[in-house]
């Protein structure tokens, strides 16, 4: 017999099985189980899961070793939890518990695996993680749409024949969402599952990000080092080529807004590769500048950027360093010297983060204002712990090591009604964390 399903608008995580999303029972084969670590599931669910994962099986919520022979079933006609977040939340207040993230969250995207980039859409509460199609379709590639307001997945949509390398959306542009492929395309997709525009850029596409002073404008990072500038009111092709620096595939693509306050007030795009990285200064509409950023020649793998604080978090692989390095730089414009000279854009280390030993995989760092409103945070995927690292920006120091169920590929800072979240994507799971 099914357990009592709970009326609409009480139903709460407590309630179902976080591996299927459905409600467990209090019999059968989807009965109450339980690891020793804990967490809860439906008994046949998390069987297959530890039977799937051979052993080295993990809990698929907190990423501690378990086996079958851990699973016990709960004889509980219904659980209820004492809520005592106002009183944590008083200690808090009272200083006696410093604010990190907390485990809220694991939602399964593709138990065949194969997810690779991750993106928030603001408008619509909810992260976009690629992944392969779940059943064989004439389009193989897509997204999977997670609901950050019940931490639900939902549908998906199918985009691309090919890997999805990039993923992007525009706030200011009906929530337009901007993908990358190695088919060699970028494609402009609204959310009700329709492509509304396709561009042929000859060759695979590494990634792809909006220009954030016009959104007319998006950008595509070639695997032949080029980036080819789109105007979306064109339909045809692209409108310009900037021509490579280096003939690396340009595995990122970041905006800098302008802002004419800043020491730094220029606008325009930065391109990473493997082999260094440029600062496409946007001087007007169609004429950009290019600015050879100082970074190390070899082993650059991701490039991200804090617009509000004009920084760039630079990530290297392993190499005459032991171990991963995301390096924070600080963008940098030197002042005009004469009506001869035009001014030169560049960056400055500030801080240097070091992780594990191991780095395959380009996996996308993430740099933001820290959620408590002071300081900085710098967030990277640790291949070597399967974990994601959080540091504080301003005093070097490692904050925390939240565990993933496989190497971090891709992590999302988020904001929904009110709180603060951090999402971390690996080949199978997204993992939610929220700020407390």
Same mark, same amino acid.
Request: proline share 6%.
């Given at each position: 017999?099914?357990?009592?399903?709970?009326?609409?608008?009480?139903?709460?995580?407590?309630?179902?099985?976080?591996?299927?999303?459905?409600?467990?029972?209090?019999?059968?084969?989807?009965?109450?189980?339980?690891?020793?670590?804990?967490?809860?599931?439906?008994?046949?669910?998390?069987?297959?899961?530890?039977?799937?994962?051979?052993?080295?099986?993990?809990?698929?919520?907190?990423?501690?070793?378990?086996?079958?022979?851990?699973?016990?079933?709960?004889?509980?006609?219904?659980?209820?939890? @004492?809520?005592?977040?106002?009183?944590?939340?008083?200690?808090?207040?009272?200083?006696?518990?410093?604010?990190?993230?907390?485990?809220?969250?694991?939602?399964?995207?593709?138990?065949?695996?194969?997810?690779?980039?991750?993106?928030?859409?603001?408008?619509?509460?909810?992260?976009?993680?690629?992944?392969?199609?779940?059943?064989?379709?004439?389009?193989?590639?897509?997204?999977?749409?997670?609901?950050?307001?019940?931490?639900?997945?939902?549908?998906?949509?199918?985009?691309?024949?090919?890997?999805?390398?990039? +993923?992007?959306?525009?706030?200011?542009?009906?929530?337009?969402?901007?993908?990358?492929? +190695?088919?060699?395309?970028?494609?402009?997709?609204?959310?009700?599952?329709?492509?509304?525009?396709? =561009?042929?850029?000859?060759?695979?596409?590494?990634?792809? *990000?909006?220009?954030?002073?016009?959104?007319? =404008?998006?950008?595509?990072?070639?695997?032949?080092?080029?980036?080819?500038?789109?105007?979306?009111?064109?339909?045809?092709?692209?409108?310009?080529?900037?021509?490579?620096?280096?003939?690396?595939?340009?595995?990122? +693509?970041?905006?800098?807004?302008?802002?004419?306050?800043?020491?730094?007030?220029?606008?325009? @795009?930065?391109?990473?590769?493997?082999?260094?990285?440029?600062?496409?200064?946007?001087?007007?509409?169609?004429?950009?500048?290019?600015?050879?950023?100082?970074?190390?020649?070899?082993?650059?793998?991701?490039?991200?950027?804090?617009?509000?604080?004009?920084? *760039?978090?630079?990530?290297?692989?392993?190499?005459?360093?032991?171990?991963?390095?995301?390096?924070?730089?600080?963008?940098?414009?030197?002042?005009?010297?004469?009506?001869?000279?035009?001014?030169? *854009?560049? *960056?400055?280390?500030?801080?240097?983060?070091?992780?594990?030993?191991?780095?395959?995989?380009?996996?996308?760092?993430?740099?933001?204002?820290?959620?408590?409103?002071?300081?900085?945070?710098?967030?990277?995927?640790?291949?070597?712990?399967?974990?994601?690292?959080?540091?504080?920006?301003?005093?070097?120091?490692?904050?925390?090591?939240?565990?993933?169920?496989?190497?971090?590929?891709?992590?999302?800072?988020?904001?929904?009604?009110?709180?603060?979240?951090?999402?971390?994507?690996?080949?199978?799971?997204?993992?939610?964390?929220?700020?407390?």
């Amino acid at each position: 017999s099914a357990s009592t399903q709970p009326s609409q608008g009480e139903e709460g995580e407590g309630d179902t099985c976080t591996i299927c999303f459905e409600s467990w029972t209090t019999a059968g084969e989807h009965r109450l189980s339980a690891l020793r670590c804990g967490h809860l599931f439906g008994f046949t669910c998390i069987q297959r899961w530890l039977k799937a994962q051979g052993p080295a099986a993990k809990c698929p919520q907190c990423n501690k070793k378990a086996k079958r022979s851990d699973i016990v079933l709960l004889y509980a006609p219904k659980l209820r939890a @004492l809520d005592n977040s106002e009183q944590e939340s008083l200690k808090r207040a009272d200083g006696s518990r410093t604010a990190q993230y907390s485990f809220a969250k694991a939602v399964l995207v593709s138990q065949a695996g194969g997810c690779r980039v991750l993106s928030y859409c603001e408008p619509l509460s909810c992260l976009l993680a690629s992944q392969p199609s779940p059943q064989p379709t004439l389009v193989p590639c897509g997204v999977k749409k997670v609901s950050v307001v019940n931490m639900k997945a939902s549908h998906y949509v199918p985009i691309h024949s090919k890997q999805i390398r990039g +993923l992007s959306f525009n706030r200011q542009n009906d929530s337009l969402l901007l993908s990358a492929a +190695l088919d060699n395309t970028i494609k402009l997709t609204l959310l009700t599952n329709t492509v509304v525009q396709t =561009y042929n850029a000859g060759k695979p596409v590494w990634s792809c *990000c909006w220009c954030l002073d016009n959104s007319n =404008y998006v950008y595509a990072g070639l695997s032949n080092g080029s980036v080819l500038v789109y105007d979306t009111r064109d339909t045809s092709t692209h409108v310009q080529e900037l021509q490579p620096l280096r003939s690396c595939p340009v595995a990122s +693509l970041c905006y800098v807004p302008r802002a004419a306050s800043s020491s730094f007030p220029c606008g325009g @795009l930065i391109a990473g590769s493997l082999e260094g990285g440029c600062f496409w200064e946007q001087v007007s509409e169609d004429n950009y500048r290019p600015h050879v950023l100082p970074l190390e020649t070899a082993g650059c793998t991701d490039i991200q950027v804090e617009t509000e604080s004009r920084h *760039c978090l630079v990530t290297y692989r392993p190499r005459s360093n032991p171990s991963l390095r995301c390096v924070l730089m600080s963008l940098t414009r030197a002042p005009q010297q004469d009506s001869a000279q035009l001014p030169s *854009c560049s *960056c400055a280390p500030v801080q240097t983060f070091n992780a594990g030993s191991s780095c395959k995989l380009l996996t996308k760092n993430a740099v933001f204002r820290s959620p408590d409103g002071a300081g900085t945070l710098v967030c990277a995927g640790d291949e070597a712990s399967n974990s994601t690292m959080v540091w504080d920006a301003g005093s070097g120091s490692l904050l925390q090591k939240l565990p993933a169920d496989l190497p971090v590929l891709d992590i999302s800072p988020f904001s929904v009604n009110g709180e603060h979240f951090l999402a971390s994507l690996t080949e199978k799971m997204l993992k939610l964390y929220r700020w407390e």
